[in-house]
């Protein structure tokens, strides 16, 4: 019974590709993250969704993108790779009502690590 | 802008002791959550343990426990009766109550060993 899951679980890629991270989750929650732990394993928020909307970007270049395609997915695509981008990509979900301004506590996925060569 | 610091960048105990892992934070707002969070070598990363702000009393599951003390600023998670499973690297965290982004923002993380 996995509450949130992320596939792939480890990517390893050239610079310059494009790539995708899926997340899903059969929790009913209606917000969903983006995470990055660098290196130095620092946990930094990088997009919020609520009910399919963006609510946040944190200074998160371009080349990545968010897709939510429902409630219940949130997938991440990145264009041309670089080797910064390599760290470890989490997803979480949370009951929120981000319109009301309620928050609740996150349930992480198992982590996606991409390594850029 | 909200911070969270952990001092202690590694710790270690011997298997049924009890440790005591520091964190503080800085922040204007007055109704806000503090977590615990712990990632074990598996990379997941694991409520530990939740706190409202303004719940006078500390929360508490099962063998771990914090110390809040609102006007410190100070989280304080103990682990009593530490386990080899134990054996990780927690994060505390801190989110606005009433927020309507969730951001759930990190302290540096402090590694714990358990020894045998």
């Known amino acids: 019974d996995t509450a949130v899951s992320q596939t792939p679980k480890y990517l390893v890629t050239q610079m310059g590709n494009d790539k995708s991270i899926k997340c899903e989750q059969n929790?009913?929650?209606?917000?969903m993250y983006w995470y990055k732990q660098d290196s130095k394993k620092f946990l930094k928020i990088m997009f919020s969704?609520?009910?399919?909307?963006?609510?946040i970007n944190e200074t998160v270049p371009n080349r990545f993108s968010p897709k939510s395609p429902d409630k219940a997915h949130l997938n991440l695509h990145i264009n041309s790779l670089e080797l910064g981008d390599s760290a470890v990509y989490f997803c979480?979900?949370?009951?929120?009502?981000?319109?009301?301004?309620?928050?609740?506590?996150?349930?992480f996925g198992p982590g996606t690590r991409l390594t850029v060569l | 802008a909200q911070t969270v610091t952990q001092s202690q960048p590694e710790m270690s105990v011997q298997e049924a002791e009890t440790v005591t892992l520091s964190c503080t934070y800085d922040?204007?707002?007055?109704?806000?959550?503090l977590f615990w969070y712990k990632q074990p070598p598996s990379r997941q990363m694991i409520l530990v343990i939740r706190?409202?702000?303004?719940?006078?009393q500390n929360a508490t599951e099962n063998r771990f426990s914090v110390n809040f003390q609102k006007a410190a600023k100070s989280f304080s998670l103990k682990i009593s009766d530490s386990q080899l499973g134990d054996t990780a690297m927690y994060f505390c965290?801190?989110?606005?109550?009433?927020?309507?982004?969730?951001?759930?923002?990190f302290g540096q993380g402090t590694t714990l060993q358990v020894k045998p």
């Open positions: 979480a979900s949370s009951q929120n009502d981000l319109s009301g301004g309620s928050t609740d506590t996150q349930y």
């Open positions: 929790l009913g929650h209606d917000t």
């Open positions: 969704y609520n009910n399919k909307e963006l609510i």
């Open positions: 922040t204007s707002e007055s109704n806000y959550y």
């Open positions: 706190q409202e702000a303004y719940k006078q």
């Open positions: 965290a801190f989110m606005k109550r009433w927020s309507n982004t969730g951001k759930l923002i």
